[in-house]
């Protein structure tokens, strides 16, 4: 279950994914039996000199670098430090030396700048090989925990440190190409109340079964769900104006009463249900925190409305009422 949504949302954690290495080595001879071992299971990007190398990390991602000391126009400890010291902008790399300075200072140099290993020359391919097989084995368990830490226990769906981190980044993306995103808070009615009735097992399945009507429901991959917290949930509708957004949610609501969950402790429905406030603007100076009160404020009047339906907004309406 939890492979096929890492899956759905990108993220690398299958076994199948071929890490992508670059190999920056200035001597041809040990280039070549280089990529010919680690071809097969690797991406494999090669350069002989130290511009070309950092023109590569600019431009691609890469997850391992093997890195040769000594190249023509400059040293490969330059460019580990250069990267290990901007992870912002060149991503998480593991670096592997591969080099002839083989004195034990070179190699406690390497490692203090950040190298994950560090292999003398001659090369023994299969030795290298077994290393960055090792180095993949490392990132692939390291992806896993980070993706586990932004998934909701319960519901598996996003967490909301997930959604925080898609929120921020919606909001930089739909600000710099001008479209607008509608975000929309969800809360089940009388859900203590349910609670109490149906006992909390059951209130854990309730909260499951509103987490798949979101997964089946909001499926465009700009599009994000999480659970918000507790009874609560957050959706992130990109590139998405407010009479898209109520036809949306308004649909999500009639598939979540058609599971008809008895609720007999709801004084709006026999069944369980939901209010939801959306919100919806074209990012500028106001940041996400504007638009989180906006969209808390509408669910309020949503609920005090008599729950079980979809309050919308623009933000900047909601604005002008304060
Ligand atoms: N079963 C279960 N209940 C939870 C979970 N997280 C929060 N809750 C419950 O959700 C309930 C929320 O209750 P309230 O905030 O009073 O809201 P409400 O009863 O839904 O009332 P309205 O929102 O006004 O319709 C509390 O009883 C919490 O214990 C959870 O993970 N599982």
């Not at 200072?105 to 003398?120: F, P, Q, T, V």
């Not at 808070?185 to 349910?194: A, C, E, G, N, S």
Request: hydrophobic share 40%; with cysteine.
């Amino acid at each position: 279950m939890l492979f096929s949504f890492f899956q759905e949302h990108g993220m690398q954690t299958s076994n199948n994914y071929k890490y992508r290495i670059l190999v920056v080595e200035d001597d041809i001879a040990n280039r070549q039996i280089v990529a010919e071992k680690l071809q097969e299971d690797y991406q494999l990007t090669l350069v002989d000199n130290k511009a070309d190398a950092m023109d590569a990390l600019l431009k691609q991602q890469f997850e391992i670098v093997l890195l040769d000391i000594g190249l023509p126009d400059g040293s490969g400890l330059d460019i580990c430090r250069e990267v290990k010291a901007n992870h912002d902008v060149y991503g998480e790399i593991n670096i592997v030396f591969m080099t002839g300075r083989d004195k034990p200072a070179d190699e406690i140099e390497g490692i203090r700048l950040g190298a994950n290993d560090y292999i003398s020359k001659p090369i023994n391919v299969s030795v290298l090989k077994a290393r960055v097989d090792l180095q993949a084995q490392l990132i692939r368990k390291t992806e896993l925990l980070a993706n586990l830490a932004r998934i909701d226990g319960l519901t598996e769906i996003p967490n909301r440190r997930a959604f925080d981190d898609y929120l921020e980044k919606s909001w930089s993306h739909a600000r710099r190409i001008s479209a607008p995103i509608s975000l929309a808070m969800l809360d089940i009615d009388f859900f203590k109340q349910y609670n109490d009735i149906y006992g909390h097992p059951a209130g854990d399945e309730c909260l499951k079964a509103l987490a798949n009507c979101l997964r089946n429901n909001i499926k465009r991959g700009a599009d994000h769900i999480a659970r918000y917290g507790g009874e609560e949930f957050a959706v992130i509708l990109f590139d998405c104006d407010l009479q898209q957004a109520n036809t949306i949610l308004n649909e999500l609501l009639a598939d979540f009463a058609n599971l008809c969950i008895p609720h007999a402790g709801s004084s709006v429905a026999d069944f369980a249900t939901f209010s939801c406030g959306v919100c919806t603007l074209f990012p500028e100076d106001q940041g996400t925190q504007a638009l989180l009160t906006a969209t808390d404020k509408l669910l309020y009047e949503a609920k005090s409305e008599g729950r079980n339906r979809v309050k919308g907004e623009y933000f900047h309406n909601i604005e002008r009422q304060d």
